[in-house]
């Protein structure tokens, strides 16, 4: 009896044991093996999206458990694609032997017709994702796809991977732009699949007057946006919807892995990213920062992201158009995923990737398109759109990086300014301060000077007081008190600057805390005077050597004639 007891209790401690390791395993377990960089930097020369970057790419398949996607739910088995006949759709446009697969749409089109439409990828998410659920009552949404010469076969496939790894009383819909492809029929045909409508423009319109036609279009009380050459993935779609049925203010989008343009193969991008952006209003994908990544402890939680990637999102409808939908005076490609994102922000809502919900989409390095207007000129306009009305002063930094937008076209921007004011957005400061305080304001070079007049060099006395004394020192011996940093619109010395004490004519000039927004410490140089930016009157020491005022500006007077020299 005590053998059979002390048996149980080995065979159940033994039992305890292997449970303990395979529950720390599969918590261990990686999601995908190490990284390998895929390249970050490519041929296109204007706001080029990229592959995001560190790829995590499952190399040893055996090791790994190799899941995939779910088939087709019992519900949506049967006539997926109802009447529609696919082989006859996808023989209509074949490549021809010898055609470069790649020239028409930049990615190789033998491997993609080649691929069928209804291949099982990997599901890519972290394990836990597949725990979680959602409400039973998600309202459904309309999927809205613009497209301009897509290849049947990706686009075929972006359609039934919705129709096949969602649930059905999810869709509502799925909208196809057709943006003056070439061959009507290419969404026409489309339009014989259950639930799918095809809406064709009479002339190009571009991406985003082509979403807001859709947009427009749209029965359900959610947008949904993809881009035409996707595959989205196992359960995608409802950790979206859930999100924004208890926010309608929230953006959402899934995490964008990678189909490889040479051979499809789908790839985990890294879950670490999130969107960003430099002074040019170039995107791209950078590492969550290191505090918020440290804070994580759940790798299913929604990520923060200043802007995003552009293409693939869920968006409430009446926030979409309470927000002003997109800038239709946008064209083509690009900028307007910037124009949404500060949008969003500065006007009440957020931005986030949801690491459960995964859409693989296929990387291209360079627009397989024409632009009417030229690929440069058009991201110029569209950018320059969105900084003139969303970036307020930091739209400077705009100009320093890319100075080829000065002077281009860009239409105007009255509506989308009243926009802004009608929705009382907050400034981009805030959104600098709040949303992005990893993007670093440029430095500008502080250049140290003496500012002279005749023999007599301005300096700081006391407190707040200035006046003229005669110069001292050379090169760096010069006393701190006769050393300026002129740094626009400042006149700085240490934290102190420059300042008016009021808007008149004669007004003393004295040293306050510097404070870039102050007007009244706004200078610029005026030949060789220093006129203060607002008021419009110029520095005058006034004669001999009072204290120094503002005076009506009057070239070559000496009193307003100021020599910088500069210190090294
Ligand atoms: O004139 C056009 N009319 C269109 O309908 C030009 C394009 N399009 C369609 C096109 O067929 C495609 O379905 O618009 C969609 C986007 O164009 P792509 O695929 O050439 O663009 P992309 O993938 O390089 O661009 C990303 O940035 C764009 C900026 O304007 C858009 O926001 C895209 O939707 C966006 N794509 C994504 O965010 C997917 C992830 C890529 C990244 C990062
Ligand atoms: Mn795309």
Redesign the pocket.
Known sequence: MRRIRANAIAILTVAWILGTFYYLWQDNKPQSSPSSSASQTRGRSH????V?GRLEIHRDDRTIPLIVTQAPQPEQQGPLLGGFDERAYLAGKQLRPGDDPYREHAFNLQESDRLGSERAIRDTRHYRCASLSYDADLPSTSII??????ARSTLLRTIKSVLMRSPSSLIQEIIL?D?FSSDPDDCQLLAQIPKVRCLRNGR?????R?RVRGANSASASVLT??????EVNADWLQPMIQRVKEDHTRVVSPI?DVISLDNFAYLAASADLR?GFDWSLH?K?EQIPIEQKMARSDPTQPIRTPV?????FVMDKSWFNHLGQYDTHMD??????FELSFRVWMCGGSLEILPCSRVG????KR???D?PEGNALTYIK?TRRAAEVWMDEYKQYYYSARPSAQGKAFGSIADRLTLRRKLNCKPFRWYMENVYPELRVPEQEAVSSVLKQGGLCLESRGTDGLGLGECRGIGANRPQAQKWELIEPLIRQQDLCLAISAFTSGSKVKMEHCNTKEPRQKWKPKGSALQHMVSGFCLDSQTPTGPPVIAQCRPQVASQSWEPQIIT
Request: hydrophobic fraction near 40%; include cysteine.
């Open positions: 706001g080029q999206k990229l995001p796809i613009t497209f301009h010469n897509e732009i943006d190009r319109e571009g991406l985003i082509s946006f993809l881009d035409s050459h996707c964008i969107g995107f994908w995003i990637a552009g293409g693939i083509i490609w690009g900028g307007e995923n989409h296929v990387f291209r627009h397989p398109y632009f569209n």
